[in-house]
Structures are given as structure tokens and as C-alpha cells.
């Protein structure tokens, strides 16, 4: 039988232990994610509980950030089938402040990270190139060319992810697909979803991807492992330069 104050659940203890302060830090941090393109407009934000889980915080401290970014124009809130928060503004000039604190502080995490998910990518497209059968070649370029076709924004960004995904699939390695979602998660603001930049850079990035995707398909497909390797581990290192271009923006100085 538990004693008194015993019998708490950890989610109860978790709302417990967050405070007004603690709503302010989740705030900042999906704003910041909104920001920097983890969720872009019409994007529809992971549900309460999976939020809470993702940020560490009570679903009741979430509830409230929720609140806070639908007051700032920055979400709006559906009821029924389909509801729930979505994204309506990416970045009002009133998330600046905000984007400046919250990256500022995690930016030697983020670094380390971005480093390792270069370096890791560069080995999974290897792999790739070096494993690929007969049948993943049409889907990689099946997936390349939706991309290409893809509109701008939050259609690129999910066109993005399944590309990424087959290449992943093509190395037939569920270890080391595991550990790259893993990694790839972990380079979050908000919660796991892939950064897509600011808005006045975005399109120029998805350009810039569009070429860099096109030629790590075909050294996979041609079977060239050290060219899928470094082809790969340049092109993850977009999302540090999109980090440190959102910093900038918001009059971050980055060495």
C-alpha cells in the first residue's frame, strides 16, 4: 500500500513539477519550431500526449504553450474529425525575439547533433549504394521525381521525407535506418519533424536540395559508395546552415 504522496503517476508528478515557467519554455520552443519549418503552414502539430512525451512536460503545461501560439495568431485550433492544432503563421516578426533566445541556447547541442546526422547519413547512403537491390532503383527515382514535382513548402518537406526513407530502405539495415531516425529526431526544436528553414531562404533550399538529391539517387543507383558517402553527408548539412540562417535573422551572431 503506498504511502501518503506516494501513489503520484509520473505524468501526475510531471504536471506537478512544471511551473509558469516551464509553460514559457514550451512556448518558446514551438515557436521556435514553427520558425525554423519543423511545422509550416498547414501543418497539423502531433497530438497533446505525443507532444507532452517529444518536449518532456506535462500535457497540461502543453495545453497551455498550445494556447499561447493560437492567441498569437500562430495556431488555430479544429474541432471534429481531422481537428486539432494547426499552423497558420511561420514566422510574424513578434517570434524573433523568441527564435534568437531559444536557439542561442541549444546551439552547441544542435551543432554536435547536425555533425553526427551528416556523418551518419553519409554511412546509411553507402550502405545504400553498396546494398540496393534491382527493385529499390525505380523507387528512389519514383520518389526523386515527387519531389521535384512537389509544391513549396509542407508538400516538399513531405516528399523530402520519403525520399529520405527509401534511401534508407534501400540499405537494408534496420539498425542502422533505427539510428538515423533516432538522430534525425533529435535535431528538434519543437519535436521530431524535419526542419524545413525560414521563409524568405526556403525555396532556395529546396532547390538546392533538388539538385543534391538528384545526384546522391544516381551514385546509389550506379553502386558508387564513396560518392552516396560524401553526396550525402554535404547535403545533411543543410539543416545546421538553415539553424545558424534563422539565428542571423533573428540577430544572432554565429561564429
Not at 199 to 212: K, Q
Request: aromatic share 4%; net charge negative.
Amino acid at each position: 500500500m503506498a504511502h501518503n504522496g506516494a501513489s503520484a503517476t509520473p505524468g501526475l508528478l510531471q504536471q506537478q513539477l512544471d511551473t509558469p515557467s516551464r509553460v514559457d519554455e514550451i512556448a518558446d520552443r514551438l515557436i521556435t519550431a514553427i520558425a525554423i519549418g519543423e511545422y509550416l503552414p498547414g501543418a497539423r502539430l502531433p497530438v497533446e500526449r505525443d507532444l507532452a512525451t517529444s518536449l518532456g512536460a506535462g500535457r497540461m503545461t502543453v495545453r497551455a504553450a498550445l494556447a499561447r501560439l493560437v492567441e498569437r495568431g500562430l495556431l488555430e485550433t479544429r474541432r471534429g474529425r481531422g481537428g486539432g492544432s494547426y499552423v497558420l503563421d511561420q514566422w510574424p516578426e513578434s517570434s524573433t525575439d523568441v527564435v534568437g533566445r531559444t536557439l542561442r541556447m541549444r546551439l552547441d547541442d544542435l551543432r554536435d547533433r547536425c555533425d553526427a546526422l551528416c556523418r551518419l547519413q553519409g554511412t546509411v547512403s553507402r550502405a545504400a549504394a553498396d546494398s540496393r537491390s534491382e527493385q529499390d532503383i525505380p523507387v528512389l527515382w519514383e520518389r526523386f521525381e515527387a519531389y521535384r514535382s512537389a509544391e513549396s513548402g509542407l508538400a516538399a518537406q513531405q516528399a523530402d521525407s520519403q525520399l529520405h526513407l527509401a534511401i534508407m530502405d534501400a540499405a537494408h539495415n534496420d539498425v542502422l535506418k533505427q539510428l538515423l531516425l533516432d538522430l534525425k529526431a533529435s535535431v528538434s526544436i519543437g519535436a521530431p519533424a524535419h526542419l524545413w528553414g525560414e521563409p524568405t531562404t526556403m525555396r532556395r533550399m529546396e532547390l538546392r536540395a533538388l539538385s543534391e538529391h538528384e545526384q546522391m539517387v544516381s551514385a546509389i543507383a550506379d553502386g558508387r559508395g564513396d560518392d552516396a558517402d560524401e553526396l550525402a553527408r554535404h547535403h545533411g548539412a543543410i539543416d545546421f546552415e538553415l539553424i545558424t540562417t534563422a539565428m542571423r535573422r533573428a540577430g544572432v551572431l554565429v561564429d
